[in-house]
């Protein structure tokens, strides 16, 4: 099946075409687009843009739950939930993350992961599952955020080949490198493919390079329970952000929820790194993407050992001493980028897009609208708000609200 979306600005990675631009999407793939003079295609589904921007789908590499879900949660309808607000977000690939958790705990998450992977064809209106974001437990106690203390712990080998051989699915796994045994785990996570992330961590610059030769390839949340600049006595130690900031071609994940981060180290971030290395990500939670009010409760935790209070459009600990996560969806995350901090709109997409989707090695299969790719869109109203849906070319109905 043949479907035409007309009257749009089509966001392409470098630049906007339009605003009376055209795709055509057939068999779920782009099979052609340009601007004026449209294909005449007999029997073609059409979709009027009603001047909309057409962009691939976002791809959220972090992302912890939603709907008041959390993938730790370790059931279906848990995973399906959230899945269903960060489609409306505009997330068409997800990689559902775990928090620290027991052994147990991330075996049973694993395993219903693995269940819904298996049967992904037979699943309807939810983002495509690209694979597992593992975020813990093997982290800095100093750099814990609202990670459980209690289980927070170092990498133990027999443990983790036990997770490994759990699924094939993990693609990221975030760790604190400078721990006892971390930068084995990362030779032997880089050597299966899977992308070793440096997060929740207390390292000084110097052992975050020698991470990064080890085999780590990006940085998880940056400034985001990550080491900086500080004083050893008299003298200065840098940290997991200065050995970013150096590293010119070593990816870095941004919260661009415009809380997280404000817009002045957002702009700082992109100044340094620019478009082509930064992946805007969520680090949604619980009570993301819908309806909250000021002062509201909600849980980090499976148990519900561990509230978060919802101030500012951001979830936060009881003490207040740091974040707990996001409330956002992507699409939040790229108007942050482009009206608070002023970049360029194909830049924004890109990197909700285009990048993430190089990570997981996936660039020459979604994040952009180029002839081949999947028909995975977005039709974005002048204010950046999603409107539409598309996956394989096809609307999906949006059934939660985003934010």
């Known amino acids: 099946m043949e479907t035409l979306i ?4 089509l966001v392409l990675p470098e630049r906007l075409c339009g605003p009376e631009a055209w795709l055509m999407a057939k068999d779920g793939r782009i099979a052609g687009f340009g601007v004026g003079h449209q294909p005449d295609v007999p029997g073609a589904r059409r979709l009027d ?6 962009c691939p789908g976002f791809v959220d590499t972090h992302v912890h739950g939603g709907g008041g879900a959390d993938f730790r949660d370790g059931t279906e309808e ?8 960060h489609l409306a977000g505009g997330t ?3 990689v559902p993350t775990l928090s620290s958790a027991t052994k147990e705990t991330m075996l049973q998450s694993i395993s219903v992961f693995n269940h819904l992977k298996g049967n992904e064809d037979a699943l309807s209106s939810i983002p495509r599952l690209a694979g597992l974001h593992l975020e813990g437990p093997y982290f800095s106690q100093q750099q814990r955020g609202a990670q459980d203390p209690e289980i927070i712990r170092d990498p133990d080998p027999a443990e983790y080949r036990e997770i490994l051989a759990a699924t094939p699915h993990i693609r990221i796994w975030s760790i604190a490198c400078e721990l006892p045994g ?3 785990l990362g030779r032997e996570l880089a050597g299966r493919g899977i992308c070793a992330s440096i997060g929740h961590s207390n390292a000084t610059a110097e052992q975050a390079i020698a991470a990064v030769e080890a085999g780590y390839s990006s ?3 940056l400034y985001s329970s990550c080491s900086y600049l500080h004083r050893n006595g008299p003298y200065r130690e840098g940290g997991v952000v200065e050995a970013a900031f150096l590293l010119r071609d070593l990816d870095v994940e941004v919260i661009a929820d415009g ?3 404000p817009p002045l ?3 700082l971030i992109y100044g340094i790194k620019g478009a082509e290395h930064i992946t805007l990500v969520t680090d949604c939670i619980r009570p993301g993407g819908v309806p909250c009010h000021e002062g509201d409760m909600s849980y980090d935790d499976v148990g519900k050992k561990h509230p978060v209070y919802l101030e500012n459009d951001v979830a936060v600990v009881p003490d207040r001493s740091s974040f707990a996560g996001s409330i956002a969806t992507t699409s939040r995350l790229v108007r942050t980028m482009v009206q608070k901090c002023g970049v360029g709109l194909p830049e924004a997409v890109r990197m909700a897009s285009l990048n993430p989707a190089r990570r997981l090695g996936l660039g020459g299969e979604i994040g952009s609208i180029a002839l081949g790719k999947r028909a995975d869109l977005l039709l974005l109203d002048r204010q950046l708000v999603v409107q539409r849906v598309l996956l394989s070319g096809d609307e999906v109905p949006l059934t939660m609200g985003q934010e």
Not at 6 to 9: G, L
Not at 49 to 54: E, I, M, P, Q, V
Not at 78 to 85: D, E, G, I, S, T
């Open 219 to 221: 940085v998880t949340h």
């Open 259 to 261: 809380v997280h981060l």
């Open 182 to 184: 971390a930068l084995e």
């Open 92 to 94: 068409t690939t997800i």
């Open 6 to 9: 007309s009257n749009v600005t």
């Open 49 to 54: 843009g009603c001047g909309a921007y057409l």
């Open 78 to 85: 848990a995973y399906l939930r959230a899945l269903h607000v």
């Open 265 to 267: 180290f957002l702009r």
